[in-house]
């Protein structure tokens, strides 16, 4: 049954994850094992560069856990699921590739911590909301959320929405840089491949490189990021995409980067 929950597919340089569990896309286990599977199928292949994570449903992005699973479970099986979806979804902050969720539906609680493990987030201009409410339960957001938004939006804003449970519409979310870009809801997906399709045709080497800086030296002082930066920059000088960045620049030229 979790192979239908999380689809996988790849067309050349671009993947797609889709959440596919009607009608919300909430989670228990058996949905994060296979998100689980279906990341690890998308990192194995190389070809792949970009991957973009969506939702077969048209109203819901994920409005996270389960809630009659959490009930019913002690918390040991509880916590199970939590260190399950943390081991889970830090695979793609660790990967090479680019993460891009694609939010048109409701993102809520864990579901929203789904997207924000994610590199980028665009979001359809629509009538839903996103947000982490887990205080209204007595719970506070633990699939990533409490580390993971204070990090992208500044630590004050995000306190601000965990502390009340408070939900936005996503131009307010766009606003709070909850989300990179927003799009009209009838080409959030056309407008997010096509990026997609962009990146991926890009220098791949340069790319990885640029995550891992950002990424990695985001945890580090001013000093070592700054060393780490040396140290990621000096291998690409000589890659045969960097020689022919440059030579495309002097001769106006499209360059053609081939990952080598």
Do not use: W
């Amino acid at each position: 049954m979790s192979e239908t929950r999380v689809l996988a597919s790849a067309d050349g340089a671009v993947g797609t994850i889709t959440l596919n569990h009607p009608r919300t896309n909430s989670y228990d286990l058996e949905f994060l094992k296979a998100l689980d599977i279906a990341l690890d199928s998308m990192i194995r292949q190389t070809e792949v560069k970009v991957v973009v994570l969506k939702s077969a449903m048209e109203r819901f992005f994920s409005v996270g856990a389960d809630i009659n699973t959490l009930r019913s479970r002690t918390a040991a099986g509880n916590m199970k699921l939590i260190r399950f979806g943390h081991e889970t979804l830090v695979k793609m902050r660790s990967s090479s590739k680019i993460f891009i969720a694609a939010i048109g539906g409701h993102a809520l609680g864990g579901g929203l911590g789904i997207a924000l493990s994610c590199d980028l987030r665009f979001a359809g201009d629509g009538d839903y909301r996103l947000g982490l409410p887990e205080v209204k339960l007595g719970l506070f957001p633990a699939n990533g959320g409490t580390q993971r938004l204070p990090r992208l939006i500044g630590p004050t804003r995000a306190l601000d929405l965990m502390i009340t449970g408070a939900l936005v519409n996503p131009r307010e979310a766009h606003e709070l840089g909850m989300v990179e870009r927003l799009f009209p809801m009838g080409s959030l997906l056309e407008e997010t491949m096509a990026y997609a399709r962009r990146v991926a045709a890009g220098a791949s080497l340069a790319i990885e490189h640029i995550k891992r800086a950002v990424c990695d030296g985001s945890d580090l002082s001013l000093d070592n990021a700054l060393a780490l930066e040396r140290e990621l920059f000096e291998p690409l000088l000589e890659t045969q995409d960097a020689r022919e960045g440059m030579a495309a620049f002097v001769e106006k030229r499209p360059p053609i980067f081939r990952g080598r």
